[in-house]
């Protein structure tokens, strides 16, 4: 489900998961006054190992860096 990021007059923002074919909020269900959804905000959310396309190569980064760090240590 998609999560939804929204904004209260009085309260702030805040998030909500929707399923993608639910109406927008119209009130807020703190204090009941009326939202507005912000589009494009927060994106797609990730949570967990193996999600990102440039994981592998920070893996590889910190391999490069630590060799390099037991060469210079080694001269």
């Given at each position: 489900?998609?999560?939804?990021?929204?904004?209260?007059?009085?309260?702030?923002?805040?998030?909500?998961?929707?399923?993608?074919?639910?109406?927008?909020?119209e009130?807020?269900?703190?204090?009941?006054?009326?939202?507005?959804?912000?589009?494009?905000?927060?994106?797609?959310?990730?949570k967990?190992?193996?999600?990102?396309?440039?994981?592998?190569?920070?893996?590889?980064?910190?391999?490069?860096?630590?060799?390099?760090?037991?060469?210079?240590?080694?001269?």
């Open positions: 489900m998609p999560t939804y990021l929204y904004e209260c007059k009085s309260c702030g923002r805040f998030e909500k998961f929707q399923n993608i074919k639910d109406e927008p909020l009130e807020c269900p703190e204090c009941g006054g009326k939202v507005k959804r912000i589009i494009g905000a927060p994106g797609i959310i990730f967990g190992s193996n999600f990102y396309v440039n994981q592998e190569n920070k893996k590889s980064e910190k391999k490069e860096k630590k060799n390099k760090e037991n060469t210079d240590k080694a001269s």
